[in-house]
């Protein structure tokens, strides 16, 4: 079945430090790629999307771009601030061709998350 | 615009009672997600709907879990009885229409403590 792999945490990293968190994926159709952002005590939040091979998300500072030759969607940060220290999840969301799939088109399948770490 | 709203955010409560978690989805949002959040399995599917019919619910760990989606606007998780192992955060997300590229917008969630 579809899954989603991310690279375990946590990662502690000092202020304006790179960031990289890795994920690769298995699906059996042609998946969009998300990730989410989740705060301490707080529900999660799209981070950035893409829905198409060479696709780039981006949004406050953060890029991924989905790699269908590797089948990953790695998160980067040139810089990090303090302020984003939280957990993020790599997920996706299949698409299959054809025949209708109902119910289980668009759901969710999210990796394990990562937790980040930024110190002043 | 408001988001997904769960209520209570905290509940606390000794196992043998009836638990009813609360939500609220973002208007004109066709699906509905419950997932259950723990350390040790991480962020799990319960049950989703989609128009208010529940599609899929074999997340749904065992019969003591039930959820229900009456109309449009409103769902509940109910936990009857309940056990210390149900312990954990609930989330409950929705998202607009067909399609895979439709991202699924969550609550803040209900931090569930069973005694």
């Known amino acids: 079945g579809d899954s989603v792999t991310q690279m375990e945490g946590p990662v502690t990293l000092s202020e304006e430090a790179f960031l990289t968190i890795n994920c690769t994926y298995t699906?059996?159709?042609?998946?969009?790629l998300f990730w989410y952002v989740q705060y301490p005590g707080e529900g999660l939040q799209l981070l950035l999307k893409?829905?198409?091979?060479?696709d780039k998300g981006s949004n406050k500072g953060f890029e991924a771009t989905y790699r269908k030759e590797t089948t990953s969607f790695h998160l980067e940060k040139g810089s990090v601030q303090v302020s984003d220290s939280a957990v993020y999840f790599c997920a996706l969301s299949d698409r299959r061709m054809g025949a209708n799939y109902g119910g289980s088109q668009g759901n969710l399948i999210f990796g394990k998350g990562t937790k980040l770490s930024v110190k002043p | 615009d408001a988001g997904v709203i769960q209520s209570p955010r905290h509940e606390v409560t000794e196992m043998g009672q009836e638990v009813t978690l609360r939500c609220k989805p973002i208007?004109?949002?066709?699906?509905l997600f419950w997932y259950r959040q723990t350390m040790m399995r991480g962020l799990e599917l319960l049950i989703y709907f989609n128009n208010n019919v529940p599609i899929d619910d074999s997340g749904m760990p065992e019969d003591r879990f039930s959820a229900k989606m009456p109309n449009a606007s409103f769902s509940t998780l109910k936990i009857q009885p309940s056990e210390p192992r149900d312990s954990a955060v609930y989330f409950c997300?929705?998202?607009?229409?067909?399609?895979?590229?439709?991202?699924?917008?969550f609550g803040d969630g209900t931090r569930l403590s069973i005694l």
């Open positions: 699906a059996t159709g042609y998946p969009s």
């Open positions: 997300a929705s998202r607009p229409g067909q399609g895979n590229d439709q991202p699924q917008h």
């Open positions: 893409a829905t198409k091979a060479d």
């Open positions: 208007s004109g949002h066709d699906y």
